[in-house]
């Protein structure tokens, strides 16, 4: 082999073993991501971290309506530590289930907050809903984000055939 042969192959062979370096380096695997910390000894502080709590929700009550001994909708009020409308969480929250009410809500107080939320039944809806009678629990939460909840209290609305004799219990 002549020198001038040697010159063209040992480029490619240059070549070759340049490219295989690159992709080797690309296919390394980069080190994990950190959180940098640091410490500084002119400020030293100490101090507890514990749990939070909500408090819980109290004082409820169940007023069914009746017109002609027939429900026609319910008042539902409860206690709370957190306003109706709060600049930050948490806050307090009614379900009803299963539920076709409608409904409005309203606080007074000053903390503890009163609730008053008056459930007013829809004309076919209470006709149908409550043909054979009809059960409707009412749970109220205090709650912060969507997983962070106190204790909850219930109350049970039951009504006989036609929506007649209504009871909270």
Not at 73 to 101: D, F, M, R
């Amino acid at each position: 082999m002549s020198v001038a042969e040697r010159g063209p192959r040992r480029r490619v062979a240059i070549a070759l073993l340049a490219i295989g370096a690159c992709a080797a380096l690309l296919a390394w695997p980069r080190p994990a991501l950190t959180d940098a910390a640091y410490t500084d000894t002119e400020y030293v502080a100490s101090g507890t971290i514990s749990a939070g709590s909500l408090s819980n929700p109290t004082n409820m009550t169940c007023t069914p309506m009746k017109a002609l001994g027939i429900i026609t909708g319910v008042t539902v009020t409860w206690q709370s530590a957190y306003p109706l409308t709060p600049t930050t969480v948490p806050t307090s929250k009614l379900t009803a289930n299963p539920s076709s009410y409608v409904s409005t809500i309203s606080s007074s107080g000053t903390g503890p907050f009163t609730y008053t939320m008056t459930l007013n039944e829809g004309l076919l809806g209470g006709i149908l809903g409550n043909a054979l009678g009809s059960t409707v629990t009412f749970t109220v939460v205090n709650q912060a984000g969507t997983n962070w909840q106190s204790a909850s209290i219930t109350k049970t609305l039951t009504t006989g055939a036609l929506g007649l004799n209504p009871k909270c219990t």
